[in-house]
């Protein structure tokens, strides 16, 4: 699966939309307890974290899709005027190694610029890599904590001008 993804902009109660977050959600919790997440952890995570924040005019969740199957997600949120968060950034495992990680990205970054930001900020665990060696390659580099968590081991920024 390798290619162009289309790249677009979804209400996060989309049916397309909730499936792929309880996907992002089952690979990020199996991935944190070593095991596959069971439902009800999933169902805990989504109510503990919910996505009713990426809807405009603060904020934009994008689906993406190859083939036409959705394939992976990200969102945007405004954390004040000048600056949003990329969160929720996930791809498929099929869809690994296809780019899609790198298109989504981009595509989120241009979300922020059209809510306004100048600054992408972000946060992620120490044992997602994959993720943290994309963002360096994106220019993100990492800086002093801007949010506290269970989750927040690192935190990386990007000038958006």
Known sequence: MTGMWTIEPSPVDHPDATAVMRDYLEDVAGRYYGRPATAEEVDRALAAEPADDLVPPSGVFL???AGGA???CVGVKL???RTAELTKLYICPAARG???GSQLLLAA???ARELGAE???LNTRQDLTEAKSLYARHGYVETEPYTTGRYVDHCFQK???
Do not use: K, P, Q
Request: hydrophobic share 50%; aromatic share 0%.
């Open 63 to 65: 689906l993406g899709r």
């Open 70 to 72: 959705v394939t992976g």
């Open 79 to 81: 954390l004040d005027a």
């Open 98 to 100: 296809s780019g899609g």
């Open 109 to 111: 970054e241009r979300a």
């Open 119 to 121: 600054v992408m900020c």
């Open 159 to 161: 000038a958006l001008l």
